[in-house]
């Protein structure tokens, strides 16, 4: 069993590698088709913030749905959903679209109400992994492997560390698919996954759920992220 989610590990850390490398087959017009329908959200409401930043405190059902462009002008998409409870945890599920593959995982998080607080991810713990495969088969990695892998999926999180945000200027007013949303802040952070380090400047805002985040630039424009749409409700959820 253990060498059978080491196995199912090793195939997410390799397909996170070829995604963050741009590598892919050829694109599959239906992968198109629905990253296209996600970009076609525009909303003309404003999202009044406020002086300090007042995370949104988790709940079942909220959700955020962000649009990724890279500087060659590739687009995916990833929504971020909580759909349930566990062990006095939170479900979180991620979902992913870009024009070559779709895929969905899930992770028990204990300690997300407390990641706003000073520490960030370090009062987060990862329970358990669940990925659903191409073929629907849902693969679990806990315990040992679960133990091995855990620093990854948390720099995987590093969107929720909003402990990043303290003494940081406000990020002004930021217009993107799902609205304006004024009187944002902004928080820097640099992340390693696989060797490779990541910087990224976003902007925060106290009417987001989830991670609060309304838009990000990584590496001076190498990808750019914008909300999409979010809520508290009406998420279909993966599996």
Excluded at 7 to 14: D, N, Q
Excluded at 61 to 77: A, D, L, M, P, Y
Excluded at 112 to 117: A, D, G, R, T
Excluded at 156 to 169: E, T
């Amino acid at each position: 069993m253990l060498k059978k989610q080491m196995m199912t590990t090793t195939v997410v850390i390799m397909t996170a590698f070829f995604l963050v490398a741009g590598c892919g087959p050829k694109a599959d017009p239906v992968m198109v088709e629905k990253v296209n329908s996600f970009f076609g959200a525009q909303s003309n409401d404003t999202y009044k913030g406020g002086k300090t930043y007042t995370p949104v405190q988790p709940a079942v059902g909220q959700f955020v749905i962000h649009g990724n462009t890279e500087k060659n002008g590739k687009r995916s998409v990833t929504r971020t959903a909580i759909v349930g409870r566990e062990a006095g945890g939170w479900i979180l599920e991620t979902y992913t679209v870009d024009e070559f593959s779709e895929a969905c995982t899930r992770m028990l998080l204990q300690g997300l109400e407390n990641i706003y607080k000073p520490g960030g991810l370090d009062n987060l713990d990862i329970i358990w992994v669940k990925i659903k495969d191409e073929n629907g088969q849902i693969q679990t990695i806990e315990g040992p492997a679960m133990a091995m892998v855990r620093g990854f999926y948390k720099k995987a999180l590093q969107s929720f560390d909003m402990s990043a945000i303290s003494g940081q200027a406000t990020g002004g007013d930021i217009t993107v698919p799902a609205g304006t949303f004024t009187n944002t802040f902004r928080a820097d952070s640099e992340v390693k996954i696989m060797g490779m380090t990541f910087r990224s400047e976003s902007w925060i805002h106290g009417k987001v759920p989830v991670n609060g985040m309304v838009k990000s630039i990584t590496d001076g424009g190498k990808i750019t992220s914008v909300l999409l749409d979010f809520g508290d409700s009406g998420v279909k959820a993966c599996f």
